[in-house]
């Protein structure tokens, strides 16, 4: 197991050398002269090279990324051109309202999810399968910031049971920071929780007509066991892989959800950042997004280990 931690940690370095490219090139392949949009229409040219100077868009690309990359080896990710604060110190600032939401919205999903999936299976064709496909399909159908705005017209303004927008640090509190965390969650997790559901679903079925399950039933093993010790232990390394997958649908999701309910988060400093062209947070953030998913593709494969026996590296 050691020398498979040791295989798969030397295994992201050049992922990560690679996205750290992909990163670094943003700043080269976004259309027009970056110094110019960053300058504005009334910019003299003047203006301009003196921004095309700070970016080092006089210096070649190599030289340019040598440069980048040694800063990023050092924990320097650069400096905001519009806020002249440090990228580390602006994502340090908006880091835990972000993980805040992705780590509740997770715990939700898996909670929810895993037993739909299981219960529709052992439903099969029953008006309760129906209903967790119907969930599944509307799920992955409506827009995320359609689902916020629906949740947030219904159980904020309406009902007023929950802030429609804002974030509380958990220092605070945790019911003042839970309370403004679950409908963000509940959105962000929409499609989350249909995927994993759906997944669970079909594994589960497919685990239920083998021979080991009918067995254990037939021997008079409670229900309950068969589907959840029996069943789900043998259909959980899909199940693993799409939750791990969909770390993605967070991160992609919480820049909507964020934007939604004026969380003040990484994805609401994403989107700040690309519309003002605030190039090298836009290069942190992105970053740092890369670096969490591919841990969180190292962490699937090492629960693989420990959900299916059978699995050896």
């Known amino acids: 197991m050691l020398s498979f931690i040791i295989r798969r940690v030397i295994a992201t370095i050049p992922v990560m050398c690679f996205v750290a490219l992909f990163v670094f090139s943003l700043l080269y392949i976004a259309p027009g002269d970056p110094a110019a949009v960053i300058a504005g229409d009334q910019a003299s040219p003047a203006d301009v090279e003196k921004i095309r100077q700070s970016l080092g868009l006089d210096q070649p690309y190599l030289v340019r990324f040598g440069e980048w990359f040694f800063r990023v ?11 002249a604060l ?8 908006r880091i ?5 939401l992705m780590l509740l919205t997770l715990i ?3 909670v929810v999810a895993v037993p739909m999936g299981v219960l529709a299976a052992w439903k099969a064709g029953t008006w309760i399968d129906r209903c967790v496909v119907a969930f599944a399909v509307l799920g992955f159908s409506i827009p995320v910031f359609v689902i916020g705005y629906l949740l947030a017209y219904v159980f904020a303004l309406k009902l007023d049971w929950l802030p429609v927008q804002g974030y509380t640090s958990l220092s605070e509190g945790l019911w003042p920071w839970l309370r403004n965390l679950i409908l963000p969650a509940i959105t962000l997790g929409s499609v ?3 995927l994993i559901a759906r997944i669970t679903r079909a594994t589960m079925l497919e685990v239920l007509q083998q021979d080991y399950v009918r067995t254990a039933s037939a021997k008079g093993v409670e229900q309950r066991n068969v589907l959840f010790v029996h069943a789900l232990k043998n259909a959980a390394v899909p199940i693993v892989t799409v939750i791990g997958i969909g770390v993605a649908l967070l991160i992609g999701g919480a820049v909507v959800t964020e934007s ?7 994805g609401r400093l994403t989107l700040d950042a690309i519309l003002r062209r605030d190039y090298p947070v836009i290069q942190g953030v992105v970053l740092i997004f890369s ?3 591919v841990l969180v593709n190292l962490a699937v494969d090492l629960i ?6 059978r699995i050896r590296y």
């Not at 080896?73 to 400096?79: A, F, H, I, K, S």
């Not at 440090?86 to 600032?93: A, F, K, N, Y």
């Not at 835990?96 to 805040?100: A, R």
């Open 260 to 266: 939604v309910f004026a969380i003040p988060g990484l």
């Open 291 to 293: 670096f969490v998913y």
């Open 304 to 309: 693989y280990t420990l959900v299916d026996p």
């Open 86 to 93: 440090p990228v580390t110190q602006l994502i340090g600032q």
């Open 108 to 110: 939700l999903a898996i």
């Open 96 to 100: 835990e309202p972000t993980v805040s």
């Open 73 to 83: 080896l050092q924990g320097d990710l650069g400096t905001s051109i519009f806020t």
């Open 192 to 194: 989350y929780i249909a």
